[in-house]
């Protein structure tokens, strides 16, 4: 069969081969592929048969299968998939594709029954990676401010706020460490990656955070991450903000109110800082990238005093968290 290179107009820098979980917009398109499945079956019953089958679709027509399945299945609203170009190669389609701003070197087997999301070049010897510890050294200041950008059931930001949970208490007040949550508003509508459930949770938890503050956030967070889920928070909710001294009125008129507002804020800050994957934490304006453990958080902040006060010479947990950066959501 004769190659196709069906180009777009569009002028894409390509990605290496291999499809790695990048730190994305809130929806976190990558995750979403990557985390459901290896290889997509897109007609339901066919396997891996050893040898790939003769062409029965165009590259252009299988091409248009894979984004129809991606845009249809995968991601269902939260992003779009659009080719860039495809062509034959090794025997299979080779197909870019843009989603959300990223491009994607994935494969498709002839018969368009088959999407290879992420591949590996055999033929070249992979890289040893060498992994260099970053010297955070953020601005310092009387009073740093801490932001810790999560979506509310992100099971890595749940992690961050576990870990961050003991430096909360031992600081005081004495650092500023602020929630804020990574949403994208369209219209009236707030999206986020774990769907309307989290998004409606994120609105809540920043009503709490205007309405009362940093104590009784962290409080009525704690009482989430370890009692409630996705699935009952809708309800298991108004039990945090009773341990949390919340008034529960109070939040759901904010939440009517203000949270649109408060969302639109959040997805502009999350803009401005460049922050793209749960949880992210920044101190100062510098990122940090360390170990998400109460001991390395606290290290992290106390950093940024200009005069740390005694609580910094306390040793928290290391055994809790992560002693790497870890995933994102």
């Excluded at 062409?55 to 248009?64: G, I, R, S, V, Y």
């Excluded at 949970?165 to 009236?188: M, N, Q, R, W, Y």
């Excluded at 940093?214 to 009952?232: E, G, H, M, P, R």
């Amino acid at each position: 069969m004769p190659k196709e290179d069906i180009e777009k107009t569009e002028e894409k820098k390509k990605e290496g081969v291999t499809i790695k979980i990048p730190r994305m917009n809130p929806w976190m398109i990558s995750t979403i592929i990557l985390a459901i499945i290896l290889v997509v079956v897109l007609v339901r019953g066919q396997g891996i048969t050893g040898r790939f089958v003769t062409p029965t679709l165009t590259a252009q027509d299988a091409a248009n299968k894979a984004i129809d399945y991606i845009n249809k299945y995968l991601l269902q609203g939260r992003g779009t998939a659009t080719l860039i170009s495809v062509k034959e190669e090794n025997g299979l389609y080779n197909a870019q594709l843009n989603i959300a701003g990223r491009i994607y070197n994935s494969y498709i087997t002839m018969d368009g029954k088959l999407l290879f999301p992420s591949v590996v070049n055999m033929t070249q010897t992979p890289e040893t990676a060498t992994t260099v510890p970053e010297k955070f050294e953020p601005k310092k200041t009387d009073k740093p401010v801490a932001q810790l950008f999560v979506m509310s059931f992100c099971p890595y930001g749940i992690q961050a706020e576990k870990a961050m949970k003991p430096v909360v208490d031992l600081l005081d007040g004495k650092a500023s460490i602020e929630p804020h949550f990574i949403v994208s508003v369209s219209g009236t509508t707030v999206n986020s990656l774990h769907g309307e459930k989290e998004a409606n949770e994120d609105m809540r938890q920043a009503c709490i955070w205007k309405n009362y503050g940093q104590a009784t956030f962290w409080t009525y967070v704690d009482y989430i991450d370890n009692k409630c889920s996705l699935d009952t928070v809708d309800t298991c909710w108004k039990d945090a903000a009773k341990a949390a001294k919340v008034d529960v009125a109070k939040i759901e008129n904010c939440f009517k109110t203000e949270g649109l507002t408060l969302m639109r804020a959040e997805e502009a800050l999350s803009n401005q800082n460049g922050v793209t994957g749960s949880p992210t934490l920044i101190i100062n304006g510098a990122r940090y990238n360390g170990a998400r453990t109460p001991e390395a958080y606290k290290q992290a902040i106390c950093s940024a005093f200009n005069k740390p006060p005694s609580e910094c010479s306390k040793t928290l947990s290391e055994s809790s968290g992560s002693t790497t950066s870890g995933g994102y959501c």
